[in-house]
């Protein structure tokens, strides 16, 4: 059945390849975005006629921003630890005091699917599930989980808490790991590893709009729960992110004595959601044959960095 779908941050690495999804599906789209970063992202979707644009800041949202939506995903967002730490007013106000502002406008029967992350887990020694008690390291991890909390505290509700994601989107994030390890295994010649052996989980990009559909298709059995998406098989360190790279790129691993400022570590189950039916498709040397090919490309045809 076709829906009316609202996605906030529509135009960024994850939401334009979901709204590239959901208009393949026939759905009609919002994308509400403050195009912080251009618009070159949604070019290729502007012609399709079930697509709509709404340029706005989420501080400044209203009731008829809202308004006639079945579905609301919710992505937009200051994302990730350094751009938290950087803009920590920002990420507090986006990524939670607009989050509280969202659920005040939005009615009962709209389903809110929330993009939550495996961040707020922070430094853990056990196995972490839906129910491990969270500490979070970082404003980002923080500020996520506090507007989860929010989210939860509302019916109809359910928060998707995504491993790192890797590959390529018409709005590349570069700051991801194993897109970051790729660029710089490409274009530096070498990565240098803070605290090589910590790990973290991830997932390809394709993966993570597959469970965004999956979480909305299966909403009646999913609905006001928290799962973690991902593969267990995926709970990787970074010395298993580099030597995979080393299969495709020709670099040097230098590994630092310094600490790490980001003090991640854990690994997580994601069996909650892969025993409703939620498998992964795709593995890390998909996503990385892909940057391979992209980052090459850039270093081919581009004197500058593009981060
Ligand atoms: N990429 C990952 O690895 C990952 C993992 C777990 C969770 N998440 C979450 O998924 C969501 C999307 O992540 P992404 O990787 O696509 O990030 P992104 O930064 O590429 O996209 C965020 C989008 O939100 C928009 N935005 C930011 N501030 C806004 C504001 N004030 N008003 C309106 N729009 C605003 C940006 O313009 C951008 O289009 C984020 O909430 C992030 O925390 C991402």
Redesign the pocket.
Known sequence: MKKKILI??G?????VLLTDALLKLNHEVTI??????GYESILHLISNENLTINK????NLKQSDVDGFNVVYH?????GMPACATNPHSAES?NVD?VAKLIGFMKPEQLLIN???TSMYGFSDVICDEETIISPVSIYGKT?FISENLIQSRDNSISLR?A??FGVSP?M?ND?MVNDFTYKAIVDRSIILFAGETKRTFIHINDAIRAYIFAMDNASIMKNNIYNVGDDSMNLSKIDISNNIKQYVKFEIINSVLPDLDKRSFEISFKKINDIGFKTKYNLNDGILDLVKLYSFYVQYTPYKII
């Open positions: 906030t941050g135009a960024g690495y994850k939401g509400l975005d403050n195009f912080m970063y706005t800041d989420i501080r992505l937009a967002g200051i994302s986006i607009s993009a939550s992350t996520k995504f790192t994601v709005k994030r991801l």
